[in-house]
């Protein structure tokens, strides 16, 4: 069973940093590019950032760039590093899987996390 489990989301002050965790199990790990989509509440999903497989070339949306780093370890754990926070950045984030494109659109991935909340306040 495929299995990708989020984890580090919590309540944040602007300007604060977060790191969230995934940890993949059920999938040969590096025969797969990760990312990390965002939904805000009444929006759609927003993919931010994407990391290759085996190679971890990286990629992120303009909105987070500068602010967000992705990475992967070889526990099979995928890494979303949140920093200078804002209100704009409150939403469900997911890590999410694929085997064939280093792609930020969602709907590119096959499989995904339940999800953890990040909330921003001022």
């Known amino acids: 069973e495929v299995q990708l489990v989020e984890s580090g989301g919590g309540l944040v002050q602007v300007g604060g940093s977060l790191r969230l965790s995934c940890v993949v199990s059920?999938?040969?790990?590096?025969?797969?590019?990760y990312g990390w989509v965002r939904q805000a509440p009444g929006k759609e999903r927003d993919g931010i950032s994407v990391i290759s497989k085996r190679d971890g070339l990286t990629n992120y949306a303009d909105s987070v760039k500068g602010r967000v780093g992705i990475s992967r370890d070889y526990l099979k754990t995928l890494y979303l590093d949140l920093n200078n926070l804002n209100a704009e950045d409150t939403a469900t984030y997911y890590c999410?899987?694929?085997?064939?494109?280093?792609?930020?659109?969602?709907?590119?991935?096959?499989?995904w996390g339940r999800g953890t909340q990040v909330t921003v306040s001022s």
């Open positions: 999410a899987a694929n085997d064939r494109a280093v792609s930020r659109v969602a709907a590119d991935y096959d499989y």
């Open positions: 059920g999938l040969s790990f590096d025969d797969y590019a």
